[in-house]
């Protein structure tokens, strides 16, 4: 017997929430920040085609230009030259789009320190808790930063010596990568990597274990508060751009209530 009906009536009814964690895209939202000598991604812009005017008469619609990593987006393996040889956006299997994930929450800890960085003994402190994690699942990391996404300012929180955001640990990267059972590691902040990930050794170590071990990014996340720890089923919707490194993503949590 399908399972299907039973699930449709459950959201019809309620019993299961949809979370959007995805953040509106629009010119205000925050772009990662490079040092001056390399290209730089490009905000968000709309080209206005036609309004019910002359260009349109009965239409509205838009032009639009972005990078590939703007907003809350996918990390694909040859995002990153550890996974050069690996899938663009496009070729990701469809099945990995749906998986089940959790939701770490080091909020606290990030609220007190900016540069927290999480660390294997925190997320195996964690699975004594609440369980392993999900087998061919997400690690969601809720450090609380979507509460300054509506300033890039606030967001990239950068000083003289570089930004300043919460992220992994260079062991705990690797761990999550190459030991962990999930697929990939979603984050509220503006990349998978801590903000001070450029002097770490290696450099930007969730970009370069992750994309090379095959595994998958979800960046600027929002309503993370909103999840239990366990017990989430999530969408993560890539557009499947040919050849693309990552892409702007509707990123949907399914909450049993019941």
């Known amino acids: 017997m399908s399972i299907l009906p039973t699930v449709a009536e459950a959201l019809v009814s309620g019993r299961i929430e949809v979370v959007d964690l995805t953040a509106p895209l629009s010119s205000e939202t925050p772009v990662i920040q490079l040092p001056p000598q390399f290209a730089q991604t490009a905000p968000f812009e709309l080209e206005e085609l036609s309004r019910y005017d002359d260009r349109g008469p009965a239409w509205y619609w838009n032009n639009i230009r972005t990078g590939e990593h703007t907003g809350t987006h996918f990390d694909a393996p040859n995002h990153w030259v550890t996974g050069r040889d690996g ?140 999840l239990p720890p366990t017990g989430v089923l999530l969408v993560a919707a890539p557009l499947p751009i040919v050849s693309g490194s990552g892409a702007p993503s509707r990123v949907l949590a399914l909450v049993d209530r019941g």
């Open 87 to 226: 899938d663009d956006v496009a070729s990701v299997p469809v099945q990995r789009l749906i998986a089940p994930a959790v939701v770490l929450d080091f909020s606290a800890e990030a609220a007190e320190n900016p540069d927290f960085l999480l660390e294997v003994e925190h997320v195996q402190a964690w699975e004594k808790e609440h369980g392993p994690l999900p087998d061919g699942g997400w690690l969601l990391y809720r450090t609380g930063w979507d509460a300054r996404s509506a300033s890039q300012e606030q967001f990239v929180n950068a000083d003289d010596t570089g930004p300043h955001t919460p992220g992994l640990s260079p062991t705990c990267a690797r761990w999550v990568a190459e030991e962990a059972p999930v697929i990939g590691l979603g984050v509220e902040t503006v990349g998978t990597d801590a903000g001070a990930a450029h002097s770490f050794d290696p450099p930007f170590p969730c970009h370069a274990a992750l994309m090379g071990s095959g595994k998958y990014g979800l960046t600027q996340l929002q309503n993370l508060a909103q």
